[in-house]
């Protein structure tokens, strides 16, 4: 889910809540250039750039199930949609997240195409690309690095957003409302769940969001995360998608996972 953007916003407003700070933890430096990693994709350290430090020591791979719900102009009714992509991660923290999409093939038709983010913290780079290729030209890759030295926090943003007693802080318009919601088993692990309100008062009118997210301690991941409909219109349409984690496998996933394919051409970007 290329690190998700609706989870990301929900994470970052809990975060936020908390006033939770990015205390430098330690300094990780990437293995010297190689055919693989050449120095020409890394730009020059500097003491200033750090970053979230990755999930280790947790592998998996998993079905990732989203669903939205949305109003059909043709009806008038509010239908919902799910798809299920890939998502896994290694023990060194490497992490591949797909998102699933219709495009146009060159044809004259449309193809579901996958696209495909990996995060390897181990060389500092990401790369980017869609399965299967359906742009004119060769098959694409785009890789980002960061410095080959970095510095890394130790904050880790689902689990900070955990709360043992319901927690209300206000800014501005908005008020944010965290609620423990305890413990469930999910699969064959243990989830620890909040309830996220958001409301927004704005000309005069208010505007209420209610997000339930699930996370495991022990696999290191947001599990399950599900707005609330408004129980006054529980047909409306989902603000943010839903998603949840399922058919997950606790083992080392294979490592070809978190490389461009050997057919694809892999271009440095910014």
Request: charged share 20%; with cysteine; aromatic share 8%.
């Amino acid at each position: 889910m290329a690190r998700f953007l609706g989870c990301l916003f929900v994470c970052a407003a809990a975060l936020a809540c908390h006033g939770q700070t990015s205390a430098i933890a330690s300094t990780d430096i990437a293995p010297a250039p190689s055919m693989r990693f050449p120095s020409n994709w890394y730009p020059v350290d500097s003491e200033v750039t750090y970053t979230a430090a990755p999930q280790t020591h947790a592998p998996y791979a998993a079905t990732l199930v989203t669903s939205m719900r949305y109003l059909d102009p043709a009806t008038g009714k509010v239908k919902i949609t799910s798809r299920s992509t890939l998502q896994a991660r290694d023990s060194a923290g490497r992490r591949r997240d797909e998102t699933e999409s219709p495009l146009p093939d060159g044809h004259g038709g449309v193809t579901m195409v996958h696209e495909v983010s990996v995060s390897d913290p181990v060389s500092h780079c990401s790369f980017r690309w869609m399965e299967p290729w359906v742009a004119p030209g060769k098959p694409t890759s785009v890789v980002t690095c960061m410095p080959r030295t970095l510095h890394y926090n130790s904050q880790d943003l689902y689990a900070d957003m955990l709360v043992s007693e319901t927690k209300e802080v206000y800014s501005g318009d908005r008020v944010d409302r965290l609620e423990p919601l305890g413990k469930r088993v999910l699969g064959d692990l243990v989830a620890v769940g909040i309830r996220h309100t958001t409301t927004n008062s704005q000309s005069g009118q208010t505007l209420k969001s209610v997000t339930e997210l699930w996370y495991s301690p022990e696999l290191k991941e947001l599990l399950e995360m599900k707005e609330i409909p408004d129980p006054t219109s529980a047909a409306a349409p989902s603000q943010t998608p839903d998603f949840e984690l399922t058919q997950i496998e606790r083992k080392e996933p294979d490592p070809a996972l978190f490389y461009p394919p050997a057919e694809y051409v892999i271009a440095p970007g910014r």
